[in-house]
């Protein structure tokens, strides 16, 4: 059973846009309080990029994305969003959303062991 679906990576010039989505079932959802991206580069390990408590009462961003990419989510569709605008050659990975039963903190947002849900990705490149 398919839980998370992310969509809307593609390939655009530096300094452009994209926005993900990602849709999750509905006991997905509603049974996990934090909803998480993240993003891995080839070779690279997979990092946290933004997390959103359900709730909407906690939103936090890596360092490297602060004041470009926004996340959001829409509970009437299951659906969380990253905005993300100014891209750069280094945002250049596989995006994938998750979910987690655990709340929103500042200390474990970004962590993976955290998250039971995961999408399968959509990937994202950026040519300079």
């Known amino acids: 059973q398919v839980r998370m679906v992310e969509s809307g990576g593609g390939s655009v010039q530096a300094g452009g846009s994209l926005r993900l989505s990602c849709v999750a079932s509905?006991?997905?959802?509603?049974?996990?309080?934090?909803m998480g991206w993240f993003r891995q580069a080839l070779g690279k390990e997979r990092e946290g990029v933004a997390g959103?408590?359900?709730?909407?009462?906690?939103?936090n961003y890596a360092d490297s994305v602060k004041g470009r990419f926004t996340i959001s989510q829409d509970h009437a569709k299951n659906t969380v969003y990253l905005q993300m605008n100014s891209l750069k050659p280094e945002d250049t990975a596989m995006y994938y959303c998750?979910?987690?039963?655990?709340?929103?903190?500042?200390?474990?947002?970004?962590?993976?062991?955290?998250?039971?849900?995961w999408g399968q990705g959509t990937q994202v490149t950026v040519s300079s």
């Open positions: 509905e006991d997905t959802y509603s049974s996990n309080y934090c």
């Open positions: 959103i408590g359900r709730g909407g009462d906690y939103i």
């Open positions: 998750a979910a987690s039963g655990y709340a929103c903190y500042s200390d474990n947002w970004s962590l993976r062991d955290r998250y039971n849900s």
